[in-house]
């Protein structure tokens, strides 16, 4: 049986995709190897289940659609909507580059948008919808912002500030 401590967290099952049990992943962590892992793993009634990857297909950085042993329809896929993904520890490096970081790595970078500036800092991610929001603070206030890879500039890990070029009108909703 596996434990929780020799697992990552690397994102999140989206929805179905299609009629053949293929599933959209949605990653927080862009820092693993997909092609040394055979293996995904769930937590299902309380204990982490090894899942076989029968083919996985990115389609953007962050998504891609994930065919599971054993998952064969929609109605399979549909189980899995929401469900935390994970991987074996041994698969996850570690360091963050400024071509690799993951989600979670961003906490504590100052937020700067290209036109508006200094939006704040990132002080926590909210993984609890499809859509990644960084949680924002600033003047004692929070607020969130969609965290997506193609509003990412530049990431300067020394300094911790993230660049962003934010759709307009996302900061005043």
Request: glycine content about 6%.
């Amino acid at each position: 049986m596996i434990h929780l401590e020799q697992l990552t967290k690397i994102g999140f099952f989206g929805k179905p995709h299609g009629i053949k049990g293929e599933i959209t992943i949605i990653f927080h962590s862009f820092s693993f190897e997909l092609d040394e892992c055979r293996f995904i793993f769930c937590e299902l009634d309380g204990i982490f289940v090894p899942f076989v990857i029968e083919s996985l297909r990115l389609t953007k950085k962050d998504v891609a659609f994930i065919k599971l042993k054993g998952i064969d329809s929609e109605t399979d896929a549909k189980t899995f909507t929401n469900k935390e993904v994970y991987f074996q520890r041994e698969y996850v490096t570690d360091n963050i580059s400024a071509d690799d970081p993951t989600w979670n790595d961003l906490i504590g970078f100052r937020l700067i948008d290209e036109l508006r500036g200094d939006v704040g800092e990132i002080v926590d991610i909210d993984d609890s919808t499809l859509n990644l929001l960084f949680i924002i603070q600033q003047d004692q206030q929070e607020f969130a912002v969609p965290a997506h890879i193609d509003f990412i500039i530049d990431i300067r890990t020394q300094e911790k500030i993230l660049f962003a070029r934010l759709p307009e009108g996302i900061l005043e909703l």
